[in-house]
């Protein structure tokens, strides 16, 4: 099986299909590898390589206890990239993922990737501060993590339905699906998915952001009910010079399995688009 060692010594499981030019997915916390498969297997079978990483404490990859703040991630996101020696890289993350792309951005550069894409991501702040008063207020969030110590399945099933756009007009997933969301969070390792969700709530990406300059697409539902449109997509796309943003009509976070082959066509009309002669 395919793994990585990382520089702190935690062995990362990842997914590698295809041939061609690279694609790596990062997922949103508490989902691994099989979260973009659909999207993978796409990529894969029209020529291109399709990568994704299980995160430290999810999926395959060991459970160490710690190192869930974004720059032991992104370091762990550059340490496959530089086993693998990708270059031209497509980076594509969805929801914490799109987190860990900006933050390798500002710890490792762009000399190895070509454009990245933010799929639904949870970015550029969430926390409530004086200057960001809309966000999550920290004793909610706390209250929510701890929470979770003893009634996550609860959290779960009452928060499915919203992530997958039950009852939104061209958003109809199975149950087979559904389960397979709710099973993945539950089977990642509880700390992880705590601290995952603390470095989400609490880690202002906003001056980082404005700082990239490759190719960066913006994909986000307006009905997503976990970082709406106009917190998320419109903020990240203000603050990435040159991004494109594009607005998904009904859909909701997890647009993955809503809108899979939108998703695809998206990301292969990107990953083709002409770089900008500023970018």
């Known amino acids: 099986m395919p793994f990585v060692e990382t520089r702190t010594g935690t062995s990362l499981f990842y997914r590698d299909w295809g041939t061609g030019r690279p694609v790596l997915f990062l997922a949103a916390a508490g989902m691994d590898s099989t979260e973009p498969r659909g999207v993978m297997a796409d990529l894969a079978g029209r020529g291109y390589r399709a990568i994704a990483l299980d995160r430290r404490g999810h ?14 991630l992104a370091d762990d996101v550059a340490d496959l990239i ?12 969805h929801s914490m993922g799109g987190g860990e792309i900006v933050r390798y951005l500002t710890r490792h550069g762009s000399a ?4 990245i894409a933010l799929v639904a991501a949870a970015l550029p702040f969430l926390l409530a501060t004086d200057d960001n008063p809309d966000g999550a ?4 969030a706390d209250a929510l993590r701890d929470s979770w110590h003893h009634h996550q399945d609860r959290w779960l099933t009452d928060n499915a339905d919203p992530y997958i756009g039950a009852g939104l007009p061209g958003c109809e997933v199975s149950a087979i699906a559904r389960d397979r969301v709710l099973q ?3 089977g990642t390792s509880m700390w992880a998915t705590i601290e995952c969700n603390r470095a989400v709530v609490e880690t202002d990406f906003r001056a980082e952001m404005g700082t990239i300059t490759i190719p ?7 009905s997503d ?21 594009v607005i998904y009509e009904n859909a909701p976070h997890g647009l993955y399995l809503t809108h899979p082959e939108r998703l695809t066509r998206d990301l292969l009309a990107f990953a083709k688009s002409p770089v900008p002669a500023s970018a």
Do not use: C
């Open 59 to 72: 999926g395959r990859s060991d459970d160490p206890g710690h190192g869930y703040d974004y720059d032991t």
């Open 82 to 93: 530089d086993h693998l020696d990708l270059r031209d890289l497509l980076l594509v993350g």
């Open 112 to 115: 190895r990737v070509d454009r």
């Open 137 to 140: 207020p920290r004793a909610a």
């Open 184 to 186: 993945s969070i539950a």
């Open 216 to 222: 960066t697409l913006i994909i986000h539902g307006d």
């Open 225 to 245: 009910a976990s970082i709406s449109l106009d917190f998320g997509g419109r903020r990240q796309a203000a603050l990435v010079p040159g991004s494109e943003l």
